[in-house]
């Protein structure tokens, strides 16, 4: 089978090329940050540049189903440059929906996220929750979920929209803008820093390991009881506070200013073990020990 995946040299989307190309699936992937060894087609484009879609589209000749991880992600960058990131998030998803469209792909699927909660109080969170994003980048994972539902009542295109909550695991960030709080922890640690926790540290993550992202990538390609624009969660449907997650690496900690995110987030995926047939099999708690364990052994 043929896939194309947007993003393909980000944490997540390494993940899931490299599982393709073992499958033995012919991939391509679609990315502005840099090329990475495997067995792949690589297309240096940007979904957010016109001038780029004609090299898109013909590379999407062919390919099955589209897997869309490409975004400028994070909330508070989101909020000190809506512009660029409603560009990229937004248009660019536009993009790539009507340029699979144009070369008839089978299905789309999209990576959005548990940032279009909100700050809900309804946990664990199921996916007809009122969605009232806190931040632009939340409310254009929102807006790519609704032209996925649009495209597949007015263009047949098939499409899923997959909702991640926190994802860890081997290779993630520990600097930058796509830093979540278990890199940005290591990288803490490793360069003999306290650990930075904004707030009191009570805030509480549903923390998804990126190989079961993965499993649920592949069988949203596959599913039979998906493909209209259904909106699915991928956590892990449990949570750990900011400060258990620090007090597993020791202190000392740093505590700063709250910022602007949920108090909590906890996945109801039911919805994912129903149409997908699939379950996380992820320990947060297991894989950190077993990593830092591993680094001082």
Request: hydrophobic fraction near 35%; aromatic fraction near 10%.
């Amino acid at each position: 089978m043929k896939y194309a995946v947007t993003g393909g040299s980000g944490f997540i989307g390494k993940h899931l090329v490299n599982e393709l190309v073992g499958l033995g699936h012919e991939v391509i992937v679609v990315d502005i940050q840099g090329r990475f060894s495997g067995d792949f087609k690589f297309i240096d484009a940007d979904i957010s540049q016109p001038k780029d879609y004609e090299k898109i589209q013909k590379a999407l000749c062919g390919v099955d189903t589209v897997f869309h991880l490409a975004a400028k992600a994070r909330v508070q960058p989101s909020i000190d440059h809506p512009i660029l990131f409603d560009k990229v998030n937004v248009s660019g998803t536009l993009a790539m929906l009507e340029l699979s469209r144009l070369t008839k792909v089978r299905r789309f699927v999209f990576s959005s996220s548990s940032s279009v909660y909100g700050d809900t109080c309804l946990l664990p969170t199921p996916e007809l929750t009122p969605t009232v994003p806190l931040s632009p980048y939340g409310l254009q994972k929102l807006i790519g979920e609704q032209y996925c539902q649009l495209y597949s009542r007015i263009h047949k295109l098939e499409t899923v929209c997959l909702r991640y909550f926190n994802v860890y695991g081997e290779n993630a960030p520990t600097e930058g803008a796509y830093c979540l709080v278990i890199g940005a922890f290591m990288c803490c640690k490793a360069e003999g820093r306290p650990l930075t926790i904004y707030g009191t540290g009570k805030q509480k993550r549903d923390f998804t390991y990126v190989k079961d992202v993965v499993q649920a990538n592949l069988l949203a390609a596959q599913s039979d009881k998906v493909g209209r624009g259904d909106v699915i969660n991928v956590g892990n449907g449990d949570s750990r506070s900011v400060q258990q997650i620090a007090n597993i690496f020791g202190g000392p900690f740093e505590y700063l200013p709250a910022r602007l995110e949920p108090l909590e987030t906890l996945a109801n995926i039911d919805r994912a073990k129903d149409v997908l047939g699939w379950c996380p099999m992820g320990d947060v708690e297991k894989w950190l020990t077993n990593c830092l364990d591993s680094s001082t052994g």
